[in-house]
DNA sequence: CACTTGACCTGTCCGC
DNA sequence: TGCGGACAGGTCAAGT
């Protein structure tokens, strides 16, 4: 799924596309991963107007003017994808190899919202682990997620020292699983923890109390780093992420370690190699990130 | 308690 | 090309 460089990205697709709209119409498959009762959707969703756009770690708020929500989950492979009325605006079109997604709805679409101008907005979700749900806007924070995230890793008041202090918390745990912990920090999926710890030179299992001060500050600035390149470069596309319009991230290309198995260490040359660590499959270059 | 491991699903790829 | 198993961007609940 999406992490938080490709929630992100989503988002600012999303606010640009949808802000204004009025939903006219929703459908879903089943109530696993949409909850609501026809009575909410006709109350709180039906002719509502999009205020807003939102993203907290890797949740997307999008705010409706009747004082709800639908919070969005991803999870591994959620997309929303908004396709317009005019043929050169459908996803796709002239960009064959942009695009993870032909015609919708299709077998992975759970949720479609029709808006009073045509347009349509389609949340698919091929492994069903992702989730949609109407709520009112002001008990958002009140959501367990929402009650133990921790920050924002871009936001510019995230400091280094809050960084280390917020590792402190998981002193006896590795630090991939630390870094994926998202009470830690928010927002870090298995691609970007790979990258940042290559970039910091440290192995994913080196226990949080044995990394020094140093150490935790380079991750800090890798972390971030990685992050906001790949904002830039609008996620990263490995099997189903898409953005708004359908199209992928490129920030695959720029990959150092992750989904690189087999290839040199752009640092050293090193045959990088993938071993699982907190239950997840783990890129790293043995050379440059020794335990 | 802190920490780790399975479960949730569907699709794809790899080895026999 | 058939079939089993491992694995895939995440998070919980249930284990130790």
């Known amino acids: 799924m999406p992490e938080l460089p490709e929630v992100e990205t989503v988002r600012r697709g999303l606010?640009?596309?949808?802000i204004g709209k009025v939903v006219q119409a929703e459908t879903h498959d089943t109530e696993k991963g949409f909850p609501n009762t026809k009575d909410d959707v006709r109350q709180f969703l039906l002719g509502a107007t999009i205020t807003d756009v939102r993203r907290r770690a890797k949740v997307l708020m999008i705010d409706l003017s009747t004082e709800y929500s639908l919070v969005i989950h991803l999870k591994m492979t959620g997309q929303l994808v908004f396709v317009g009325t005019a043929p050169e605006n459908r996803f796709g079109a002239g960009h064959p190899n942009d695009s993870l997604v032909g015609e919708l709805p299709d077998k992975s679409t759970r949720v479609t919202?029709?808006?009073?101008?045509g347009t349509k907005l389609f949340f698919n979700d091929q492994r069903k682990f992702g989730w949609m749900r109407l709520m009112p806007t002001v008990e958002i924070p009140n959501i367990d997620f929402m009650q133990k995230v921790g920050p924002e890793p871009l936001n510019e008041a995230f400091t280094a020292k809050e960084f280390m202090q917020r590792f402190q918390r998981r002193p006896k745990t590795n630090i991939k699983a630390a870094l994926l912990d998202q009470s830690v920090v928010a927002?870090?999926?298995?691609?970007?923890?790979?990258?940042?710890?290559?970039g910091a030179k440290l192995h994913p299992q080196r226990l949080v109390n044995t990394i020094t001060e140093q150490e935790f500050t380079m991750l800090y600035k890798e972390l971030r780093?990685?992050?906001?390149?790949?904002?830039?470069?609008g996620g990263s596309s490995n099997h189903t992420?898409?953005?708004?319009?359908?199209?992928?991230?490129?920030?695959?290309?720029?990959?150092?370690?992750?989904?690189?198995?087999?290839?040199?260490?752009?640092?050293?040359?090193?045959?990088?190699?993938?071993?699982?660590?907190?239950?997840?499959?783990?890129?790293?270059?043995?050379?440059?990130?020794?335990?």
């Open 225 to 233: 780093d990685v992050m906001n390149l790949a904002v830039e470069k």
């Open 15 to 18: 606010s640009s596309l949808i």
């Open 187 to 198: 927002g870090v999926g298995n691609i970007y923890a790979d990258e940042s710890l290559w």
């Open 241 to 291: 992420y898409v953005n708004a319009e359908g199209k992928k991230g490129s920030y695959m290309d720029f990959a150092r370690v992750f989904r690189r198995e087999g290839l040199p260490c752009p640092r050293c040359g090193t045959t990088i190699e993938k071993l699982r660590v907190a239950g997840r499959g783990t890129h790293i270059c043995p050379y440059c990130q020794q335990l």
């Open 113 to 117: 919202l029709t808006f009073t101008d």
